[in-house]
């Protein structure tokens, strides 16, 4: 089992940056790609980023790439989203996930999930 707690939202003006940090516990996260997904109310949630297990490969959502930097520090368990230049429509919940494919698109299935930590814009 694998444990993920996201932390680092919070509000910010649009242009404004954030970190968001995820911190796992209970296995390490080198064994896994790691996600991170985001929820905007009344929406269904949407891949933004992945890493792959070495932190080799990265991919991105069109709508996040140039702006959003996925990283991750195996050796303190630990996976981050650096975001730039935010924008109103980047609002949400965001969350990150952890999986045992090697596909970094979004779409394969995600075996352990965090709580989510808000993410709010303002324009």
């Known amino acids: 089992q694998v444990q993920l707690v996201e932390s680092g939202g919070g509000l910010v003006q649009a242009g404004g940056s954030l970190r968001l940090s995820c911190a796992a516990s209970g296995r390490t996260i080198s064994r896994y790609a790691m996600g991170w997904f985001r929820q905007a109310p009344g929406k269904e949630r949407e891949f933004v980023a992945a890493?792959?297990?070495?932190?080799?490969?990265?991919y991105y959502a069109d709508s996040v790439k140039g702006r959003f930097t996925i990283s991750r520090d195996n050796a303190k368990n630990v996976v981050y989203l650096q975001m730039n230049s935010l924008k109103p429509e980047d609002t949400g919940l965001y969350s990150c996930?952890?999986?045992?494919?090697?596909?970094?698109?979004?779409?394969?299935?995600?075996?352990?999930w965090g709580q989510g930590t808000q993410v709010t814009v303002s324009s």
């Open positions: 890493i792959s297990q070495t932190g080799a490969s990265t």
């Open positions: 996930a952890a999986t045992s494919s090697p596909i970094l698109d979004g779409r394969s299935p995600y075996d352990y």
